[in-house]
C-alpha cells in the first residue's frame, strides 16, 4: 500500500483540485452571524461543500449526521413515470433521467462513520440505488486522535484508527499529514491531487506508533471478537423477554432521532408523489420507532406499543442482525447517546444485553 | 442512471385482462393480469405461496399473494380484499387499465420438496384461500406426486365464498376431499354449517405422512390447532402464511421482520415450529 | 449541587418513598441522573428503593406531564378491549410538576386525557431550566465533560477547559420570558415558591419576528426549519400531541409529504404550531428535545401571544376556564376569520369583505 507525506497545504491543493470535477464535501459549522436574538444559530458541524480549498472542520468531534445520506439519499428517487393521458407509456416506471450522477468525495470522515458504509452495504448489497451511489463516492477518512465522549467504537469491533470503508486515510502527526491510499478510487484522487511525495520509512514507522498510542487510549469494557460471539450464542427469548425493556420504554418518547441520525439504521418506505403530470416513487428515511411503522391495512399492529419498538431497535442491532450477516449493526459513534432528549444510553444497553443469562 | 445491478424496485407493466367480483358484499374481486413485455412474460415464474407487490403508479404498492398456479400460463390472478388506500384505488380500476407487478417474492410452499409424496390437508377461511388455490391447482396438475388430498375450506356466509364455480368443480372430483362450510344456516344452502376448527375436528384428517397448509384469520388457526393436536399433528407438519405490513419485498427495508426473519423474503410460509422459535411480531 | 436542588431532591425522595410505600401511587414520575453532564432522564420509580434515583437540578428540561396519559394506562390491571373498567377507583401515579407542567396537567385534564383524582402532584418552583445548547455555543461546540451546578452558577470542564458561567445566561429563552414559574395546581409543594420574576416584554422574540417584512419572514422560517430531519422529537416530547394518528403519518389521505422537502417539513411545523393554539404553556420541550437546534416554540409563541390578545385567556391556568380554541360563544371574536384586503383600493371580489 501507498503511504504519502502530506502538509495541509497539499491537503488543500487536493480538495481544490478534487473539487474541479467532484462534489467536495466536509464537516462545516452551521451558523449565521447574524445578531437577533432570533437568528438562525445552529452551532454544530454538518456535512457541506467545501469550496476554496475550505478544510474541513474536524476539531469538534463528529459532524451532526451520518454520511448515510450520500449513499442511502432521503429520499431516493427510485423512479418516475407519466400519468397523461395518451402518453403509450403511461403508468410505465422508468429510472429516472435526471439522477444526480456527480462524482462524490466526503472528507474528514471519522473511521466508525466510514465502517458504517461496510455495514450498509451487507444488507444493501444488491440494491442497485445504494451501490450506484457508492461507485460514486469516495471517501477520505480521518483517523482519530481523542476520543468523544460518547464513542465506543471499539466495543463494536471497530477502532479509532481504522481504515474500513476509506478509501484514502489520513493520519496527522503533530504538523504534518499521512495518507494511506487504500483503494483503486483513492490511488485516482491521488493522482487528480497531485505532488504529494512518498512517506519515508522513519514517517512510516511513526505513523505506526502513533497509531498503536491512540489504539490504546480507546479502552474496551469487553472483548469486541468475544462479546459479539456471545451475543450470538444468546437465546433469542431470553434477550426479547429481558426485565430491562420496560425500563427503557419508561423513558423513550418513541421519536426518531436515534434512528434518523444513525450511521447504520436504514429501514426505509416507499411511496408515490405526484407532481403534475409526473409520478415520482420514492424511498425516505422510516424509524421502527414509529407504531405505524408496522401498522397493517386491518388495524392488526405486530409492534403496537412502544416496549415492543423500543426493542425491536436494540434486538436489531444487536442480535438479529449480528445472526444474519456477523457484525453487529452499530459502529459505536454515539449519536444517538448525544442527541437522545431522554439519555437512553446505547452502551447500556449493550451491557445489559450482555448480562442475559 | 448507470444500473449497475437488476433493479428489483421496477415493477413489471401489466394489463387488467378480466375483473371478477367474487363475494357478494363486492370486497373481494379478482384480476387477471397479463404482463405486456414478452420477455417479462417468458421470464415470469412463481411457486404456489408467492406474493407478488401490485404496484399503481402514483398511488403505492401493496403484497398480494398469487392465486393462480404456475401451470396456468399466460396471465396472474390477485383476489384482492378492499382494505386500504391501494386496494380501493385497484378496485376502481377497469379492464384494460394498466398496473405494474413486482415479483415473484417470498418463499411459497415447498411444493417441489418437503410435500412432495404427502397427504396435504388444506385449511382455509375467509379470504384467505387465495394462495392455497394456486397450491391446490397445481398439486392437481401435477397430481401423482401427492398422496390425499383433503381441503376444509370456509366462510361467514355462501355469498362470501371464493371461486365458487371452481368450489363445484373439485366436489365433483374423486381424487379430492372437500368439505366446504358455512358458520351459520342460511336460505339455499345444503352444505356443511359450523366453523372451519369443527368441521376440522369433525373431518379429524390423520397426520400419518401428512402437511396442514392453514390460512385464515388469526383466531381461526388458534381454534383450528387443539382438535389437530388431539389426534396426533405436530407442529412441524403445519404450514402457515403471514401477512405483515412489507414495502420493499427485498427484506431490507425493516417493515416486516418478526425477530429475525423478514416475511417477504424468507417467508411469508413458515412451518409453524418456525413460527414458536420466533417473537410473536406477527 | 446547589443547596436549592439538593434540598427539593431530598423532599422529592422522601415524598416518592412514602407515596410509594404506603401504596398510595403505583408509580412516581421524576427524573434521574443521566449518562452524559447536562442530561437528565425521566425515570419512573415503581418500588420505594427506586425513589432514591430521583434528582431534581437545572437539566429537568424534558415536559413529565408528556408521559402521564401512557403511565396511567400502564398502572391499571389489564384488560382486553371490551371488557369493562374494574369497580372502584384506578391506582394513582405520582409526579413533579412545574409552573408549565402543571398548566399542561390542566390542558390534559380539560381535554380528557387524564383524570385528576389519579394524580399525586408534587410542585416545585421552577428557577428556569438550562438549555445544553446554550451552554455548549458558549464553548465553541466543545465537548463538556462534566458540569457541577451551583446556586447561580456553573463550572464545566472540558478538553483544555474549564469554566464558570453565570446560570442565567444559558437558561432557556422559555424560561428567561416565563412569568408563572409556579405550579397553578398540585397536592403538595416541594421546596420554596419562586418569587415571580418581572419579565420586560415576554413577547420580545414574537415582536421581533412581526416587524420583519412578509418576504424577510419566510426566509428566516425556511432557514430556520431547514434542518429538520422530520424525526418528529418535537411532537413527541409535546404533552399535546396525543393524536393516535398524526396528521403528518396519516396516509389516508396523506396530507403531507414523507420526506425532508421544505414544503413539506413547513406544512409539518405551521401545522403543528397550529394543534398547539391556545393549548401551549411554553414549556419549551420541543426545542430542548431538537437534534437539530430548530427554534420551533417561537411558532408556538406567536399562537400563544394571539390567543392572549383575542381571548385574553392562558393555557391551562384555571381548569375552570374554557380552552378558547374548542370552546364556541356567541360573542367570540371573529376577525381574525375574515380577510381584509392589502391596502385600500381593492378592487370588486378581491378578498372576503364583511
Known amino acids: ?357 | 442512471m448507470t444500473t449497475l445491478l437488476p433493479n428489483p424496485y421496477i415493477p413489471y407493466p401489466a394489463r387488467i385482462d378480466d375483473i371478477v367480483v367474487e363475494t357478494e358484499d363486492g370486497n373481494l374481486k379478482t384480476f387477471r393480469l397479463v404482463l405486456e413485455d414478452e420477455g417479462d412474460r417468458a421470464r415470469w415464474s412463481h411457486v404456489p405461496g408467492q406474493f407478488a407487490m401490485l404496484s399503481l403508479a402514483g398511488v403505492g404498492e401493496i403484497p398480494i399473494g398469487i392465486a393462480s398456479s404456475p401451470t396456468e400460463e399466460g396471465f396472474l390472478l390477485f383476489t384482492v380484499f378492499r382494505a386500504g388506500v391501494v386496494t380501493t384505488a385497484l378496485h376502481q380500476m377497469d379492464i384494460g387499465e394498466r398496473v405494474g407487478v413486482r415479483g415473484p417474492l417470498g418463499n411459497g410452499f415447498p411444493v417441489d420438496n418437503d410435500l412432495k409424496g404427502k397427504n396435504i390437508v388444506i385449511i382455509a377461511g375467509g379470504f384467505a384461500f387465495t394462495t392455497l388455490r394456486a397450491t391446490l391447482l397445481y398439486m392437481l396438475a401435477n397430481r401423482g406426486d401427492y398422496g390425499k388430498i383433503t381441503v376444509i375450506y370456509g366462510a361467514r356466509t355462501p355469498g362470501l365464498l371464493l371461486y365458487r364455480d371452481e368450489l363445484k368443480a373439485w366436489a365433483e372430483r374423486d381424487d379430492l376431499d372437500t368439505y366446504i362450510t358455512i358458520d351459520r344456516e342460511a336460505p339455499g344452502w345444503d352444505g356443511l354449517v359450523g366453523f372451519v376448527p369443527t368441521v376440522a375436528g369433525q373431518v379429524a384428517p390423520s397426520p400419518e405422512n401428512a402437511a396442514a397448509l392453514i390460512c385464515g384469520p388469526p383466531i381461526m388457526i388458534k381454534f383450528t390447532m387443539p382438535p389437530l393436536e388431539k389426534i396426533g399433528w405436530t407442529d412441524d407438519q403445519v404450514y402457515l402464511s403471514l401477512e405483515n405490513r412489507m414495502k420493499c419485498g427485498q427484506g431490507v427495508c425493516g417493515h416486516c421482520n418478526v425477530g429475525p426473519v423478514y416475511v417477504c423474503k424468507d417467508g411469508p410460509v413458515f412451518t409453524r415450529a418456525q413460527l414458536q422459535g420466533l417473537p410473536t411480531e406477527f | 449541587m446547589s443547596t436549592t436542588n439538593s434540598t427539593i431532591t431530598e423532599d422529592i425522595r422522601a415524598k416518592a418513598k412514602q407515596l410509594l410505600s404506603s401504596g398510595e401511587v403505583a408509580a412516581f414520575l421524576g427524573f434521574t441522573t443521566g449518562t452524559l453532564p447536562m442530561t437528565m432522564r425521566p425515570f419512573v420509580a415503581r418500588r420505594p428503593e427506586d425513589a432514591e434515583r430521583l434528582v431534581w437540578n437545572s437539566f429537568c428540561v424534558m415536559n413529565l406531564a408528556n408521559y402521564l396519559p401512557d403511565l396511567l394506562k400502564s398502572v391499571e390491571p389489564p384488560r382486553g378491549p371490551k371488557d369493562p373498567p374494574p369497580e372502584g377507583p384506578l391506582p394513582k401515579v405520582g409526579v413533579l410538576a412545574t409552573g408549565c407542567w402543571s398548566r399542561n396537567i390542566v390542558v390534559q385534564i380539560q381535554e380528557n386525557q387524564v383524570q385528576r383524582d389519579r394524580l399525586v402532584i408534587l410542585g416545585i418552583g421552577s428557577r428556569g431550566m438550562v438549555d445544553r445548547k446554550k451552554v455548549l455555543a458558549q464553548v465553541d461546540g466543545r465537548e463538556v465533560w462534566t458540569s457541577e451546578e451551583g446556586e447561580h452558577s456553573l463550572v464545566i470542564e472540558g478538553p483544555g477547559f474549564k469554566k464558570e458561567i453565570q446560570r442565567w445566561d444559558v437558561v432557556r429563552d422559555n424560561c428567561q420570558t416565563c412569568i408563572h414559574p409556579n405550579p397553578v395546581i398540585y397536592d403538595y409543594q416541594v421546596g420554596q415558591p419562586v418569587s415571580p420574576r418581572e419579565v420586560k416584554d415576554r413577547f420580545r422574540q414574537v415582536n421581533e419576528i412581526e416587524a420583519m417584512s412578509s418576504e424577510e419572514r419566510w426566509s428566516w422560517f425556511q432557514e430556520e426549519i431547514s434542518s429538520c430531519i422530520r424525526c418528529y422529537a418535537c411532537r413527541n416530547a409535546c404533552p399535546l400531541c396525543y393524536c393516535p394518528t398524526c396528521f403528518v403519518d396519516d396516509s389516508r389521505p396523506q396530507w403531507v409529504g414523507k420526506s425532508i422537502d421544505l414544503a413539506d417539513t413547513s406544512i409539518f411545523h405551521i401545522l403543528r404550531a397550529y394543534h398547539c393554539a391556545g393549548r401551549c404553556t411554553d414549556c419549551g420541550a420541543c426545542e430542548s428535545a431538537c437534534p437539530m437546534g430548530i427554534h420551533m416554540r417561537l411558532f408556538t409563541k406567536k399562537l400563544e401571544k394571539d390567543v392572549l390578545e383575542l381571548y385574553g385567556t392562558e393555557a391551562g391556568m384555571d381548569p375552570d376556564v374554557p380552552l378558547p380554541l374548542t370552546t364556541y360563544k356567541e360573542d367570540d371574536p371573529q376577525n381574525f376569520l375574515i380577510t381584509e384586503a392589502v391596502g385600500q383600493t381593492s378592487e370588486a371580489g378581491e378578498g372576503v369583505k364583511p
Open chain 1, 1 to 357: 500500500m501507498k503511504v504519502l507525506r502530506l502538509d495541509k497545504a497539499d491537503l488543500e491543493r487536493w480538495f481544490v483540485n478534487w473539487a474541479k470535477t467532484r462534489e467536495v464535501y466536509g464537516p462545516l459549522r452551521q451558523s449565521s452571524s447574524d445578531s437577533k436574538s432570533i437568528s438562525v444559530n445552529k452551532s454544530y458541524t454538518d456535512w457541506a461543500i467545501l469550496k476554496d480549498g475550505k478544510f474541513p472542520e474536524l476539531g469538534t468531534g463528529l459532524p451532526k449526521s451520518p454520511i448515510k445520506k450520500f449513499f442511502f439519499p432521503q429520499p431516493e428517487t427510485l423512479f418516475t413515470c407519466s400519468k397523461r393521458k395518451g402518453d403509450p407509456d403511461a403508468f410505465v416506471f422508468k429510472e429516472p433521467e435526471n439522477r444526480d450522477n456527480a462524482r462524490k468525495v466526503l472528507v474528514g470522515v471519522r473511521p466508525c462513520d466510514a465502517r458504517s458504509v461496510e455495514l450498509n452495504n451487507l444488507p444493501f448489497e444488491k440494491d442497485p440505488y445504494f451501490q450506484a451511489n457508492r461507485a460514486k463516492t469516495a471517501i477520505v477518512g480521518f483517523t482519530c486522535r481523542d476520543r468523544c465522549q460518547t464513542c465506543f467504537c471499539k466495543e463494536v469491533g471497530g477502532s479509532p484508527v481504522g481504515t474500513e470503508g476509506m478509501d484514502i486515510a489520513v493520519t496527522q502527526l503533530d504538523d504534518f499529514y499521512m495518507a494511506e491510499v487504500i483503494t483503486e478510487k483513492g490511488e485516482e484522487l491521488v493522482q487528480e491531487g497531485g505532488g504529494a511525495s512518498e512517506a519515508s520509512g522513519e514517517e512510516i514507522s511513526r505513523l505506526k506508533e502513533s497509531k498503536a498510542q491512540v489504539e490504546s487510549l480507546f479502552s474496551s469494557m469487553s472483548d469486541p471478537a468475544q462479546a459479539l460471539e456471545a451475543m450470538k450464542a444468546k437465546d433469542l427469548f431470553a434477550l426479547y423477554n429481558a426485565p430491562f425493556w420496560s425500563q427503557l420504554a419508561d423513558s423513550c418518547i418513541n421519536c426518531g432521532i436515534c434512528t434518523f441520525l444513525c450511521p447504520t439504521c436504514y429501514c426505509f418506505d416507499i411511496q408515490d408523489e405526484v407532481v403534475k403530470g409526473t409520478i415520482r416513487r420514492i424511498r425516505y428515511y422510516d424509524s421502527c420507532m414509529f407504531p405505524l411503522f408496522t401498522l397493517q391495512a386491518s388495524g392488526h399492529n405486530p409492534r403496537g406499543q412502544k416496549v415492543q419498538r423500543v426493542r425491536n431497535r436494540f434486538m436489531h442491532k444487536f442480535k438479529y442482525f449480528p445472526d444474519r450477516f456477523g457484525p453487529f449493526s452499530c459502529v459505536g459513534c454515539g449519536r444517538c447517546i448525544r442527541e437522545c432528549p431522554v439519555n437512553i444510553d446505547i452502551r447500556e444497553v449493550l451491557k445489559d444485553l450482555l448480562a442475559v443469562e
